[in-house]
């Protein structure tokens, strides 16, 4: 049974960093691509960056520049190294791992940036 367990979250003050780690428990096989996304109080789930296998990235033009999603594919952790924090970043944040018969979903960790 694969899980998938978020940490690195917290509160922090605007213009600070935070590093969100996320790993896999379980096999995972024929794994497409991993990713971070995450929810605002009152809003629909967004995509913040991807990252596939082979080392490929792709970020929200909210967060390009700030946000840096890496992989460590032996260990099945995912990470988003998060600088200058706004406090429109505050939100939870939930990591996943997209195969090709299915998606996994951690249950989120919370980012709160205070002004």
């Known amino acids: 049974q694969v899980q998938l367990v978020e940490s690195g979250g917290g509160l922090v003050q605007a213009g600070g960093s935070l590093r969100l780690s996320c790993a896999a428990s379980?096999?995972?096989?024929?794994?497409?691509?991993m990713g971070w996304y995450r929810q605002a109080p009152g809003k629909q789930r967004e995509l913040v960056a991807t990252?596939?296998?082979?080392?490929?990235?792709n970020y929200a033009d909210s967060v390009k520049g700030r946000f840096t999603i890496s992989s460590d594919n032996a260990k099945n952790t995912v990470y988003l190294q998060m600088n200058s924090l706004e406090p429109e970043d505050t939100a939870v944040y939930y990591c996943?791992?997209?195969?090709?018969?299915?998606?996994?979903w951690g249950p989120g960790t919370q980012v709160t940036v205070s002004s």
């Open positions: 996943t791992f997209q195969t090709t018969n299915r998606g996994y």
């Open positions: 379980g096999t995972i096989v024929l794994t497409r691509y």
């Open positions: 990252i596939t296998v082979g080392g490929n990235t």
